[in-house]
C-alpha cells in the first residue's frame, strides 16, 4: 500500500504485524533503501542483503517527535484499518 504525506499511520512490528506506540505522520515518501539500523551503514546493509530487500517506496515519519527516516511501508498500516 503506498501512502501519502500527511496521512497517518500505524507503525507496526516487522515480525508480528502488531502496532507499536501512538500513530506517526507521514511527513516525506521517496524511492530509496530502507533504513533499519539508523546509524550503522554496516549492519543496515548487511540486513537488507540478508532480507534480499532492494530500493522501493519508503517514508519518513514524525513519531513520538522524532524523525524516522526511509521507513519500509511494509511495517506501516493506515490509522483506520483494525489490528
Request: some cysteine; charged content about 25%.
Amino acid at each position: 500500500m503506498e501512502f501519502n504525506v500527511g496521512d497517518l499511520v500505524w507503525v507496526t512490528s516487522a515480525c508480528s504485524g502488531d502496532k507499536i506506540g501512538p500513530p506517526a505522520i507521514i511527513i516525506n515518501s521517496y524511492e530509496d533503501l530502507p533504513k533499519i539500523f539508523m546509524n550503522n551503514e554496516n549492519a543496515n546493509a548487511h540486513w537488507l542483503e540478508t532480507e534480499d530487500i532492494g530500493v522501493g517506496r519508503v517514508y519518513d515519519l514524525l513519531y513520538e517527535g522524532q524523525i524516522e527516516e526511509a521507513v519500509l511501508g511494509e511495517w506501516l498500516k493506515p490509522l483506520d484499518e483494525n489490528l
